[in-house]
């Protein structure tokens, strides 16, 4: 007797918390990456398999910005250098190869391709983040940049919405 008791205290509480789970709100989880000195948040959701920068192929005729292509577990990847193509670096300074690393597109995404950046910072979440306060300047900013972040230590963080870049006329427009 004493173990259906406990069988239902066990479930009424395992219900209570599915429940609760239902109506709670995700939080929100980036990886940080460092590209040309500026922090940048990629979503979790978005972001794909991290490796090592391994051998970029050059393409020909491309964008300054396109890095080249790259196997990835058997596939061909599109690389960008995503602080060239955001304007953040100079043409004659490529990151530093202990570093760097590709973040590739998350596969739901339906991309072939990866960003080479800088360096990884970890990962942060909204939790430990505080949104920096709209300005006049938030017009100005693209649709893929929607929101800076700020963190405890008081570093500005833009994040990116790898989604909204990928769709971007300039982003798919490679050839030089």
Do not use: Y
Not at 123 to 132: F, G, I, K, S, T
Request: contains cysteine; glycine residues 8%; hydrophobic residues 45%.
């Amino acid at each position: 007797m004493a173990n259906k008791q406990a069988l239902r205290e066990l479930q009424t509480r395992l219900a209570e918390r599915m429940q609760q789970v239902r109506h709670e709100t995700p939080g929100v989880s980036w990886l940080a990456v460092d590209c040309g000195g500026q922090g940048l948040l990629l979503a979790l959701r978005q972001a794909g398999e991290i490796s090592d920068l391994g051998a970029l192929v050059p393409v020909p005729h491309t964008q300054p910005w396109l890095a080249g292509v790259v196997n990835l577990r058997g596939g061909v990847f599109t690389v960008v250098d995503l602080a060239r193509f955001l304007g953040l670096r100079a043409q004659a300074a490529p990151p530093t190869r202990d570093h760097a690393r590709l973040v590739a597109f998350n596969a739901a995404l339906g991309i072939n391709g990866a960003l080479l950046v800088d360096r990884l910072e970890g990962l942060r979440h909204a939790v430990d983040m505080q949104p920096e306060p709209e300005t006049t300047d938030n017009d100005l900013r693209p649709a893929f940049a929607p929101a800076r972040w700020c963190d405890a230590a008081g570093r500005a963080w833009q994040e990116i919405d790898l989604a909204a870049l990928a769709r971007l006329p300039q982003f798919l427009a490679i050839t030089g």
